[in-house]
């Protein structure tokens, strides 16, 4: 049976491409998941790409991929360093959970060098740009494909 991936992604992320390109870049979201569904197609996985601005709709996601999803690819913005409970339900999660950031936060304001989320996850992404969502994917096709 083939394999599916959640891309989920946080607040302020559907500004890919529109605000702010000298720090996330000039592709869109739909271009990251139009790269990203192409891929796992090569693989035999199905991505189903999502954004929220809203924390209780991200956790109402990770709580539909327990049923539904191999593994999930997360960038949960902000939230990353604010929200133990996006941490707790990644908690009940049993897949794959890869954390990406298209910035190096490391090299930004010490308040975001903090992850709530990078004890969940396998691995963690920052700073390779939007390509860091397909590096990703790719290492989940690795382990699962
Ligand atoms: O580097 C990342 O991917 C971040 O998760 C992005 C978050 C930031 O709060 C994290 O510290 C690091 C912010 C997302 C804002 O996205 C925008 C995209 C384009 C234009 C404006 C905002």
């Known amino acids: 049976m083939s394999k599916t991936v959640f891309l989920i992604n946080g607040p302020n992320l559907n500004l890919l491409g529109k605000r702010e390109p000298s720090i996330y870049g000039a592709d869109t979201l739909d271009d990251v998941t139009a790269r990203c569904t192409a891929l796992g197609e090569t693989a035999g996985f199905t991505l189903k790409s999502m954004q929220s601005n809203h924390e209780g709709q991200i956790i109402d996601w990770i709580h539909e991929a327990r049923d539904a999803a191999d593994a999930i690819i997360l960038n949960p913005g902000a ?45 963690v992404i920052a700073g390779f740009g939007v390509e860091g969502y397909e590096l990703a994917l790719r290492r989940v096709i690795s382990l699962l494909g």
Do not use: M, P, W
Request: charged letters at 20%; glycine letters at 4%.
């Open 79 to 123: 939230f990353t360093h604010t929200s133990v409970a996006i941490f707790d339900a990644l908690q009940a999660y049993e897949g794959l959970v890869f954390e990406v950031h298209i910035s190096n936060v490391h090299k930004r304001e010490a308040f975001r060098h903090h992850s709530f989320v990078s004890a969940r996850a396998e691995g």
